[in-house]
């Protein structure tokens, strides 16, 4: 396996932002820092053209958006990363974003375990809906 020496690298990225903020490419909250370009892009090339023709830049992600780039082509700009991501979110999520509505009607003849798995699912639903409209808009620039 190729070693690589990250902490060399890892000077070249300007932080636009923590860990706990809104993830760049979903609006959940952030559990990891995303590298863009990738260090395993940006050390294919001399650090002066790294810092030529990219703009390094380490942005709070979600471990899930963070990790769907793993072995993903290298897209340039973020509004492809975000497009990705909403591509990535309508195909897992397929089945919850499609999930029916239920009234209380509908569900008094059932168990509390399944209205408790119905309303759990509901919940998945209405997150999974509000990460994919975030995916979905434009890349606003965090400086
Ligand atoms: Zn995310």
């Given amino acids: 396996m190729r070693k690589t020496n990250i902490s060399v690298y890892q000077s070249l990225y300007d932080k636009r932002g923590r860990i ?3 993830c760049v490419y979903c609006g959940s909250p952030s559990s990891t820092l995303d ?11 001399s650090i002066s053209d790294a810092l030529c023709d ?12 963070n990790s769907a780039f ?17 591509d990535c979110i309508k195909k897992k999520y397929k089945r919850i974003l499609n999930f029916p509505k239920w009234t ?3 569900l008094k003849e059932m168990s509390p375990e399944m209205v408790d798995e119905i309303r759990a699912t509901e919940r998945l639903s209405d997150d999974t809906k509000k990460r994919l ?9 965090i400086k």
């Fill in 35 to 45: 590298h863009v370009p990738p260090i395993s892009h940006i050390e294919t090339m």
């Fill in 70 to 86: 793993l072995g993903a082509k290298w897209f340039h700009n973020m509004n492809d990363r975000k497009s990705f991501v909403a």
């Fill in 133 to 141: 409209e975030f995916a979905l808009i434009g890349f606003v620039s």
């Fill in 20 to 22: 706990g903020d809104p």
């Fill in 104 to 106: 209380d009607d509908d």
């Fill in 54 to 65: 990219f703009d390094p830049a380490l942005y709070p992600a979600c471990s899930e958006c």
